[in-house]
Antibody, heavy 118, light 111 residues
């Protein structure tokens, strides 16, 4: 059983919106901080957002601040990323990752591909 | 926040040891022990190899080790094997905007 599964990726036009979801199994999700990390095609990893275990603390990378919103529903073991005003440079695989402990990411989902293009 | 600096590529022969450096600043690696390393095969999700500078998760080979000195962290792979050929990324917590920053990535080639 894969513990972290993302969904919601796809092709969207510039300026459009998309909502990514991530379902976690095999973990007590409410005990874990969570993040979204992305990877543009052929490029490196980029951390984009963090949410604390009960959602009271949220951080964003400057590249997505004001456009993306992270949220979670612990009753559904789910993490979300609402992405608005999408740009071609947001094209990437988006990974849902838990904080296995302070300052590190484990486990990772398999990722979901978002393509922003007209 | 700029990415941490890693060499683009490192290579070695089977059985040799290689070291990948990861250079940051006094806002990240220099002040926090929250340095982690990830291995990524093409088309696959990253996998945690080292956390908190030098700790290994259960199941990761003891051929992988991590260290830190000043603003630079290092990942050493000893007894290099063909299966170690992959991309490797470092990551650190940073006090800038309470965020995380990844390294530029290093492609390891086993000759």
């Amino acid at each position: 059983e894969v513990p972290v599964v993302e969904s919601g990726g796809g092709l969207v036009q510039p300026g459009g919106s998309l909502r990514l979801s991530c379902v976690v199994s095999g973990f007590t999700f409410s005990n874990y901080e969570a993040n979204w990390v992305r990877q543009a095609p052929g490029k490196g990893l980029e951390w984009i957002s963090y949410i604390s275990s009960i959602g009271g603390t949220i951080y964003y990378a400057d590249s997505v601040k004001g456009r993306f919103t992270i949220s979670r529903d612990n009753t559904k073991n789910s993490l979300y990323l609402q992405m608005n005003s999408l740009r071609p440079e947001d094209t990437a695989i988006y990974y849902c990752v838990l904080n296995g402990g302070p300052g590190y990411f484990d486990p990772w989902g398999q990722g979901t591909l978002v393509t922003v293009s007209s | 926040q700029s990415a941490l600096t890693q060499p683009a590529s490192v290579s070695g022969s089977p059985g040799q040891s290689i070291t990948i450096s990861c250079t940051g600043t006094s806002s990240d690696i220099g002040v926090y022990n929250y340095v982690s390393w990830y291995q990524q095969y093409p088309g696959k999700a990253p996998k945690l190899m080292i956390y908190e500078v030098s700790d290994r998760p259960s199941g990761v080979s003891n051929r992988f080790s991590g260290s830190k000195s000043g603003n630079t962290a290092s990942l050493t792979i000893s007894g290099l094997q063909a299966e170690d050929e992959a991309d490797y990324y470092c990551c650190s917590y940073t006090s800038i905007s309470d965020s995380y920053v990844f390294g530029t990535g290093t492609k390891v080639t086993v000759l």
